[in-house]
């Protein structure tokens, strides 16, 4: 027997429809009986829902109590509790495999800031095609992402702005926190289109040219108040990208910018003159006061290159806690200093980006016994650290040799150090016990200690048992 539609479902569908195309039913559905208007709320698709909270006469919607001055204006606003339980419902019904990984204050924020993520990646793969040769703007949008916000009719009778790329841009692009652009979207056109955004983090993608950078500035500058994170990935780096990138988040003429993480991973550093590319590394780095996180992984930097960014740190005022230079080429990049003479120390003689250090990551460096020995007067200086990654170097037993006396003293000291990988570090078991025989030692045991992929030998499980016996 078919099951006949109750005449509050078909209420609530011809509302859902009317709510999208017109405004006159508003003043009335904020009139409906609580548990009427909670049951619209549950089942209104994204732009429906976006109408109905947006023009509310309350936008406290958290004050669910009565006020003593007019009780009906408080059971009113009780009925505005359920919108961010129908957001988190809606993003989890469009991306079940994003909404565990998310964790936001509001779920319409998040909800939207998506849906322009996809919009734009959708733009980005018709404008890197070689026949594209329009505004970004005017890209259509695919018809299932429309329907995904409630466009259900048929779509050729919807009015063409709601099909262009502009109109999600303008309309939802005040959500935007955080974003992640191809190269081809960073142009002059989407600092209009993204005008009304407040980026937080933004992650860019394969910048090469010139258009590129100046279309990105542009959106930096547009944002410096705002942005905290800014990360490339696959771009090619030069000494101009560098000094223009820090003088678009220098805002106002401020000689320092606000950015708290910043990464460069799988790019190129490309320049004639290195020393000229370190310096305007330096330079941005020397301006980052608020820098707490500096990621320059599988770039292919040499050690003078690292030797540069490890003085620009030593010297700046920054509170670093986590330093990555994973995946480069960096063998011998602490011999320029005199450990005896502590020339490692900033000028003023204070290490304060060492001081706050929590993470340290080093792994697949080239890193050699000798950078290990040097490597030691370094960690001693970091008072701090918490996770330490040495893993992919080949540092043998000696490297581990000259580490010793820096585990000894952490066991002392109570060091807060959980995590230590040193995976394929062309160990042998004796290296590894004398390790071990340490590390027992600590006050608080490592949450975490990788050997992985070293050649310790069969007999050596006897030996961790013996040393870490089960209790």
């Known amino acids: 027997m078919v099951n006949v539609p109750s005449l509050v479902s078909l209420s609530i569908d011809a509302l859902k429809r009317e709510l999208i195309h017109g405004d006159d039913l508003l003043p009335h559905v904020y009139e409906l009986p609580l548990e009427l208007f909670n049951s619209l709320v549950e089942c209104l698709p994204p732009l429906a829902l976006q109408k109905l909270q947006s023009e509310m006469p309350f936008k406290n919607y958290d004050d669910y109590g009565p006020s003593s001055d007019d009780l009906k204006m408080g059971r009113k606003r009780g009925r505005y509790g359920n919108f961010d339980t129908a957001w988190k419902a809606l993003f989890k019904f469009r991306w079940p495999d994003l909404a565990e990984c998310v964790k936001p204050v509001d779920w319409q924020q998040i909800y939207w800031e998506t849906h322009v993520q996809n919009c734009l990646d959708e733009a980005a793969e018709i404008a890197l095609l070689p026949s594209f040769s329009g505004c970004l703007g005017e890209i259509q949008i695919l018809e299932n992402i429309l329907q995904y916000i409630g466009y259900v009719d048929d779509m050729s009778n919807l009015a063409s702005d709601y099909l262009k790329l502009s109109y999600h841009c303008q309309q ?25 955004s407040n980026l937080q983090s933004l992650v860019v993608q394969w910048i090469r040219s010139s258009e590129h950078v100046a279309g990105l500035c542009k959106l930096l500058n547009q944002n410096s108040r705002t942005l905290t994170s800014l990360e490339f990935v696959h771009c090619k780096i030069s000494s101009s990208f560098m000094a223009t990138i820090c003088g678009s988040l220098c805002s106002s003429g401020a000689e320092t910018h606000q950015i708290h993480h910043f990464s460069i991973s799988s790019s190129s550093f490309h320049e004639i003159d290195p020393v000229s590319l370190a310096h305007s590394l330096a330079s941005f780095l020397s301006s980052g006061r608020s820098l707490r996180s500096l990621k320059l992984c599988d770039n292919n930097l040499d050690r ?6 490890f003085s ?13 230079l994973s995946e480069n080429n960096i063998s011998g990049w602490l011999s320029i200093f005199n450990w005896k003479s502590n020339t490692f120390l900033s000028s003023s003689g204070v290490t304060k980006s060492l001081q706050s250090l929590r993470i340290l990551k080093l792994g697949g460096n080239n890193l050699q016994k000798d950078d290990a020995g040097n490597l030691r007067y370094v960690l001693v200086q970091m008072p701090s650290l918490e996770i330490l990654d040495l893993s992919d170097n080949p540092i043998e037993d000696d490297g581990i040799r000259s580490l010793i006396p820096y585990f000894a003293e952490a066991s002392k000291s ?58």
């Open 304 to 309: 003078n290159f690292a030797k540069s960014v």
């Open 414 to 471: 109570c060091s807060p150090l959980t995590d230590l990988n040193l995976g394929s570090c062309e160990l042998s078991s004796d290296g590894v016990i004398l390790l071990l025989d340490v590390l027992s030692t600590l006050a608080r045991p490592l949450n975490s200690l990788s050997l992985a992929d070293n050649g310790l030998g069969r007999s050596f499980g006897k030996v961790l048992g013996y040393i870490y016996p089960s209790t």
């Open 312 to 324: 620009t740190l030593l010297d700046s005022s920054c509170s670093l806690t986590s330093f990555d």
């Open 172 to 196: 939802f692009g005040c959500y935007s926190r955080r974003l992640r652009l191809q190269n081809v979207l960073c142009v002059l056109e989407s600092c209009q289109l993204l005008r009304k």
